[in-house]
């Protein structure tokens, strides 16, 4: 009788057994898809990040059906950090970075430019009118990126001497300001909106990274996260040009109370800002690319000769 009793017991046991495994597969699967389709990206306190913050508060990420994480750096170390150690996977970048890090064999491709915009400012007691001759001045820089190199084209003149000019490390933005609003730096090289706030507190704009038809602003995503979450990143960039639509269309007042909560802008800059004419998910120039290995190995930052179609990647914005 207990051997009768035992068998359909057993089979109960292993049936059991078998429809849990089932169900924690099942939950695994569910759970893996569901994280494939979650995006982290690290953007700066610049213009560059504004369609982000924008597809996220009007539901464009929510209708492609993915989730976007925005994380705000202060610094492009702090960002590089992040994607290095995988807390990302992408970031509002800039080709020095992307040259760096494919230097390091760290594999980044660049899938679209930005559209941010730099200044150089002078202080309001430093009586800087022009770049004509500011040898021996002090300029707040962060060092090894964009700021630096976008700095060394903006101060090229026949009367300045590039290594005469004393640069100052200062890699997170705001404490940049600060010293420049406080005058313990000549001149700093400022993104929008900072810049703006900048010129508000007395200082003057000498050069624009915009005028100067100066663009090295990239939108890149982390070879692995690009194997692993294509599609989410091609319905990110979906998203991304509806915000560029919105944003080009509607007027400035309707959304700029959100910008500057989301993005930490100071609210002085509401009636100044003067923001740029977005343009939909298109690869950086070739060109310019080239322009920026150039200067990296000039510094010694680089030794690899990149090849430009190796570390972009066009098939997301298409």
């Not at 995006?39 to 982000?52: A, N, Y």
């Not at 010293?179 to 090289?189: E, Q």
Request: with cysteine; aromatic share 6%; hydrophobic share 35%.
């Amino acid at each position: 009788m207990k051997k009768k009793l035992f068998l359909p017991l057993l089979i109960l046991i292993f049936s059991i057994a078998l429809i849990g495994c089932s169900t924690t597969k099942k939950e695994l699967k569910e759970s893996t898809s569901k994280e494939s389709q979650n995006l982290t990206i690290g953007v700066m306190p610049d213009l560059d990040s504004i369609p982000f913050v924008i597809a996220k508060n009007n539901g464009y990420f929510d209708d492609e059906g993915i989730k976007v994480n925005i994380k705000h750096f202060k610094s492009a170390v702090d960002r590089d950090s992040a994607l290095q150690t995988n807390n990302l996977d992408g970031a509002i970048s800039d080709m020095i970075s992307v040259a760096l890090l494919n230097e390091k064999k760290f594999n980044i491709k660049m899938t679209s430019k930005t559209d941010g915009s730099f200044k150089l400012i002078s202080s309001k007691n430093s009586n800087i009118e022009n770049t004509n001759n500011i040898n021996n001045k002090t300029i707040g820089i962060s060092k090894n990126t964009i700021i630096e190199y976008l700095t060394d084209k903006m101060t090229k003149s026949p009367n300045t001497n590039s290594n005469n000019i004393k640069k100052i490390a200062v890699s997170k933005i705001p404490t940049r300001l600060e010293m420049l609003k406080n005058n313990k730096l000549d001149m700093a090289t400022l993104p929008e909106p900072l810049a703006t706030v900048a010129v508000l507190d007395g200082g003057n704009a000498l050069k624009d990274s915009n005028k100067s038809e100066i663009n090295a602003g990239v939108l890149i995503f982390t070879e692995k996260s690009i194997n692993s979450k294509e599609d989410s990143i091609k319905k990110l960039y979906k998203a991304y040009n509806k915000a560029v639509d919105y944003i080009n269309t509607e007027k400035k007042e309707k959304y700029i109370d959100l910008v500057i909560k989301e993005c930490g802008f100071p609210p002085t800059i509401k009636d100044s800002l003067a923001l740029p004419k977005y343009t939909k998910a298109t690869l950086p120039s070739k060109s310019e690319f080239e322009e920026v290995l150039k200067w990296s190995k000039s510094k010694k930052l680089i030794k690899t000769d990149l090849n430009f179609d190796d570390v972009t990647n066009n098939n997301l914005i298409k």
